[in-house]
């Protein structure tokens, strides 16, 4: 099994714009999602909403990501667990 690090929700929130790198978390995984702004499907503003903070909020609003693709593309860009 693979050890990620662990980062506290305030070192995340730190992370919320570009120039900082756009971190957000899901459940107590860490996801740095920079990379991922400008392929995502929904444009990269949808993204910067949720940046330094938990994707649940929002994916609440937007069910579509409630598939296995989804969380097949947002496991690729974990960096560490809560
Ligand atoms: C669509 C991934 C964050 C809003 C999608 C789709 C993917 C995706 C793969 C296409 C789904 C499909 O049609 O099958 C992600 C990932 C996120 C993220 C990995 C994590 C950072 C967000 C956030 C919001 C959002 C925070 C809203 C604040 C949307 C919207 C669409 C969409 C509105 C529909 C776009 C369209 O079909 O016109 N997202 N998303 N996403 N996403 Fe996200």
Do not use: C
């Not at 050890?3 to 995984?29: C, K, L």
Request: aromatic content about 12%.
């Amino acid at each position: 099994t693979t050890s990620f690090p662990r980062f506290t929700r305030e070192e995340v929130a730190r992370h919320h714009n570009e120039a900082n790198r756009v971190w957000v978390t899901y459940g107590n995984d860490v996801f740095d999602v920079t990379n991922f702004l400008e392929l995502h499907p929904g444009g990269k503003s949808k993204i910067l909403l949720a940046a330094g903070g938990a994707l649940e909020p929002f994916w609440a609003l937007y069910a579509m990501h409630k598939q296995d693709h989804v969380q097949e593309i947002l496991q690729e860009y974990k960096i560490g667990e809560l």
